[in-house]
């Protein structure tokens, strides 16, 4: 599975932006699909994932700002965040294989799109 992602930028506080991931080789029938962040000497943590039916989690820090979704095809997962804080700010990866927030269950990663608030 190769994942893209793209949609990220800078954006002023309080902004809104919107992620995509797009998967190819495999759809997420099955499987989970999510989005983690990493901001600079911090630890990658989750943010949102999604099943194959729709179940969504989110990390208590972006419940009710951030949504994740995928398409019908299941290839395709997006993350809409929106009033944006600057602690938002960080590398967001696409993630495919775990409903869960654990790095280590992911099977694949993207390669990473960049968020910057100020």
């Known amino acids: 599975v190769q994942l893209v992602e793209s949609g990220g930028d800078s954006v002023q506080v309080g902004g809104s932006l919107r992620l995509s991931c797009v998967a190819s080789g495999y759809s997420i029938d099955g499987y989970c699909m999510g989005w983690f962040r990493q901001a600079p000497g911090k630890e990658r943590e989750g943010v949102a994932t999604i099943s194959s039916g729709g179940r969504e989690a989110y990390a208590d820090s972006v419940k009710g700002r951030f949504t994740i979704s995928h398409d019908k095809g299941g290839r395709t997962s997006y993350l809409q965040m929106n009033t944006l804080k600057s602690e938002d700010a960080a590398m967001y990866y696409c993630?495919?294989?775990?409903?869960?927030?654990?790095?280590?269950?992911?099977?694949?990663w993207g390669q990473g799109t960049q968020v910057t608030v100020s």
């Open positions: 993630e495919w294989g775990t409903c869960s927030f654990r790095t280590s269950a992911v099977l694949y």
